[in-house]
């Protein structure tokens, strides 16, 4: 499996990106997807989640309200839509593959997913 992300930018706080990551493989609909992100300096972060069908979400509590994972099986695609975007919220952002269909209590770790996209930067100013 591969996956390209693609969508961030330099944006003002206040604004809004969509990102998105497009799999390859015929596999895509069998796995959760999640997003998660990196600052500068610090570990790589869980943002948010979606189960293989899409039917359930999860997210951090940091963009919970603010961010929406969504994906479209027949595009083999992945979404985050990120609104009112904060100066925190500057990372790099990777999309995965898990290792499991559904959301679960791995989910919030970085070990749990098995293929990971190439990154795409988002930067916040205020």
């Known amino acids: 499996v591969q996956l390209q992300a693609s969508g961030g930018g330099l944006v003002q706080a206040g604004d809004s990106l969509r990102l998105s990551c497009v799999a390859s493989?015929?596999?895509?609909?069998?796995?959760?997807m999640g997003w998660f992100r990196q600052a500068p300096g610090k570990e790589r972060e869980f943002v948010a989640a979606?189960?293989?069908?899409?039917?359930?979400?999860y997210y951090a509590d940091s963009v919970k309200g603010r961010f929406t994972i969504s994906r479209d099986n027949t595009k083999k695609t992945v979404y985050l839509q990120m609104n009112s975007l904060k100066p925190e919220d500057t990372a790099v952002y990777y999309c995965?593959?898990?290792?499991?269909?559904?959301?679960?209590?791995?989910?919030?770790?970085?070990?749990?997913?098995?293929?990971w996209g190439q990154g795409t930067q988002v930067t916040v100013s205020s």
């Open positions: 493989g015929r596999t895509f609909s069998f796995y959760a």
């Open positions: 979606i189960s293989s069908s899409g039917d359930i979400t």
């Open positions: 995965a593959v898990s290792r499991v269909s559904t959301i679960y209590s791995g989910t919030y770790y970085p070990g749990s997913y098995d293929y």
